[in-house]
């Protein structure tokens, strides 16, 4: 009678084993799935945070190639423009300096870009322009101290195979803007 006895406790002894194994088993592929969901999750926020980040740099973009193409045909060197401007100017021609009224409603953002030319009328580097790129919160002091995109451009105002040199603004020849080169992008 003891054989029997000792033939049902180790078959006992083994279904426990394959119980505990088994909830060890369910554990790990529960840690396992708890952390691969936690994984997809942060991926889904980055994803998210990172659309944001360049929606704004481009909506920064498009103002800053939106003032280097307005500038470039309209020099904007008179009395209270960009002309040695500090703190800088407002790029637009169609509304006085210094206004913060900016761009809105680019991909949700609105941003205004400030504008200051050096001038030296008898160089094929007739304009060197900085543009700094804001948040419209921002007035033109703060924005060129820290831009959140600043673009440096030199415009060649002498129309294609030269020109003798001329004193004059490019209004007069009408030939501003020939020639662009973006010298410096910085975020």
């Known amino acids: 009678m003891r054989r029997a006895d000792t033939r049902r406790d180790e078959g006992t002894r083994e279904a426990g084993s394959i119980l505990i194994v088994a909830l060890i088993y369910l554990v790990a592929v529960g840690i396992t799935v708890g ?9 889904l926020g980055n994803s998210t945070r990172l659309g944001a980040v360049r929606s704004e740099q481009d909506a920064a973009r498009s103002v800053a190639e939106l003032a280097m193409q307005n500038i470039r045909y309209a020099p904007m060197l008179g009395s209270n423009q ?9 790029c ?6 210094n206004q913060p009224t900016g761009v809105s409603g680019i991909d949700g953002y609105s941003m205004n870009a400030w504008c200051s030319t050096t001038w030296n009328p008898t160089s094929a580097a007739t304009r060197v322009v900085t543009i700094s790129v804001c948040s419209n919160q921002l007035n033109a002091a703060t924005c060129a101290a820290t831009p959140y995109l ?20 490019c209004t007069l020849w009408s030939w501003c803007g020939q020639g662009q080169t973006i010298n410096a992008w910085i975020w």
């Open 82 to 90: 960009t002309l040695n401007a500090s703190p800088p100017s407002y």
């Open 150 to 169: 600043k673009v440096v451009v030199t415009f060649d105002d002498y129309p294609p195979g030269g020109a003798a040199p001329i004193s004059g603004s």
């Open 35 to 43: 952390a691969l969901a936690g994984w997809a999750s942060n991926d």
């Open 92 to 97: 637009w021609t169609t509304s006085p300096p």
